[in-house]
């Protein structure tokens, strides 16, 4: 009798400590949010991200992905993260120029860096750490970029842009920086979200605007409004998404699973860029079928925008001491990228 | 007395049970064989993916990474998975071009993809599937790119190279597809193993020849004993590396060490990628500190041998059908990404 109290005792132990090594693996939940709406090419970066953590991670943290206004609002993620309201964050530096201006630098500028020279000097440049500085007063657990597009369309519009008269007295759609040098050339920059462009293109409200690559400017449905499609995306060559995990949420995950918020980060960093490139492949064959005009800005009148983009940057870096150590830092990158570039790049087609 | 046995015996239990949960994440270990020298950038890929399983996967799969000739010889790699004396391998699928015709075009072939639309194809277009396809009787548990690397070198050589003439008579150390273009311009190609290429130039044995990228070549010393650097690298614009896990080896992982596995084959394609453009950039710079002539191969010449390449192509696909159908696909892809390319690209510098 008393043997077998023993072994019913162990039978209840081992249950338990089965339990427990189940425990072990405890769940993690976090709650994410991006500054993106649902259904876009953006949200897809945030959801690729948690999914990706989800399964790396064998569901011992699994983050759920909410788009914006499904949590809080697209504005609010950055200072909720900070709070610990929400655990993650997926959105854009560049987002962040209202309280830092060097944010832009970290996530695009007119005349910025393609998706790999700007991942380079990111990862193995001066980039990261510049950044960490950038984020260091606000004490986050991880920041990280989480994501890349590549270029965006320049411009939909219903009158074709082919000097730089045309662009004076134009009412524009865009923000941030390239916004300023619109103004400069002669635009009247007016800032609308992505959900009220089409009817003000359609309305005349607007006569040309930029929402972001060929793909979700498709799922926008700008063709169908727009006779004109004006590229390359000189205002936004490349645009770093990423992620901002709260201080104490990071500092409760063990190794591995930092591991794996890490290596995940930049696992949709190249698949956002690889996915995005394959979209806007198609959705320029699709604008091409549906008798859209594209039209290639002449490039002298792109040297003219640089050269004002150029002295805009200027004067950005005269009034902030981090903004203008950031700038230096990607202007001698550049120069050695764009020698490299010159000598590696073949010309045979 | 009772008491205390059952006491003690559960003691015995706890620590048994404890030692369980951690059973529960038992120690998995790999041997991964490459085919790459100690010291080289595409033993760092190998070793960087070893380093990311372990960390990611917090020692619950420990990959350890030999160079070739420490475990097994460079070129056993493949067999050695297959059979299982390894578990997985680092090597590239060019390499297997003897057994299988396809596979250079999931490497590199002369005037082949660059990096980014080479992935894209890869990862988002028809790309990942055709090589599983490819690999598909050899019936292994997991295979995917892990590792690319940028444009090569074109020739380190002690004769300037201007013309199609030029190659004629040239003794040239290279090897594959680029080998049979070369010799049908003229030149006498030699197969020679990495480390013996630096002598056989200063002893003239060789008028020329190529290895890898600049990093690479920096690293075997070639500054040191050839006056010219011909670029860019058309005959190797991008190599993808793979890896590829024994199929017994795969099995015995749970999903999400799969996950990981699969997680971070992708994380050091990306992270070779940009660490190796960063090393290259130094390396040029290094190149032309030390007074190497730096030579960008005429467009027209470049043109001449994309041609021959061509042709070599087109006589290749008439002979394999695995290889007509894949260099289909690549070439349906290319014309996609290259009227992509031509629209997204920006000129004001």
Not at 29 to 48: C, E, H, L, V, Y
Not at 59 to 65: A, M, P, T
Not at 108 to 129: H, K, Q, S
Not at 326 to 341: L, P
Request: net charge positive.
């Amino acid at each position: 009798m008393k043997k077998f109290k023993v072994l019913a005792f162990s039978f209840v132990l081992v249950i338990v400590l089965g339990l427990g090594s189940t425990g072990f693996a405890e769940t993690i939940r976090w709650k994410m949010a991006s500054s993106w709406p649902s259904g876009t090419q953006i949200q897809w970066a945030a959801d690729f991200f948690a999914k990706t953590v989800n399964e790396m991670s064998g569901g011992r943290l699994v983050i759920k992905s909410y788009p914006a206004g499904k949590l809080i609002g697209a504005l609010e993620v950055f200072d909720s993260v900070k709070m610990g309201t929400i655990d993650v964050s997926h959105c854009s530096p560049a987002y962040q120029i209202g309280k830092i201006p060097a944010a832009a630098l970290f996530g695009y500028i007119p005349f910025g860096m393609e998706a790999i020279p700007y991942l380079t000097w990111m990862y193995e440049g001066e980039g990261l750490a510049l950044y960490k500085e950038m984020y260091s007063k606000y004490d986050f657990g991880f920041a990280a970029p989480c994501g890349i597009i590549p270029s965006e369309d320049l411009a939909w519009s219903n009158k074709p842009i082919k000097s730089m008269e045309d662009f004076k007295g134009l009412k524009f759609r865009t923000s941030g920086y390239w916004g300023e040098i619109l103004t400069d050339a002669g635009a009247a920059v007016i800032m609308l979200p992505a959900g009220e462009i089409y009817e003000a293109l359609q309305r005349n409200v607007l006569d040309a605007g930029e929402f972001s690559i060929p793909s979700m400017d498709k799922t926008l449905a700008f063709h169908e409004i727009a006779k004109y499609l004006l590229v390359p995306g000189i205002h936004q060559p490349s645009t770093i998404l990423d992620c901002i995990v709260n201080k104490k949420s990071w500092a409760k995950l063990p190794d591995d699973l930092k591991a794996v918020v890490r290596g995940a980060a930049q696992l949709t960093t190249l698949r956002m860029l690889t996915n995005s490139i394959h979209k806007d492949i198609s959705a320029l064959e699709f604008f091409k079928e549906k008798g859209i005009n594209i039209i290639y800005l002449d490039p002298e009148i792109q040297k003219k925008l640089y050269a004002k983009s150029l002295a805009l940057m200027e004067k950005k870096a005269a009034k902030d001491p981090l903004f203008a150590k950031v700038w230096k830092s990607q202007r001698a990158f550049r120069k050695g990228f764009n020698g490299y570039k010159k000598l590696m790049t073949p010309q045979y087609e």
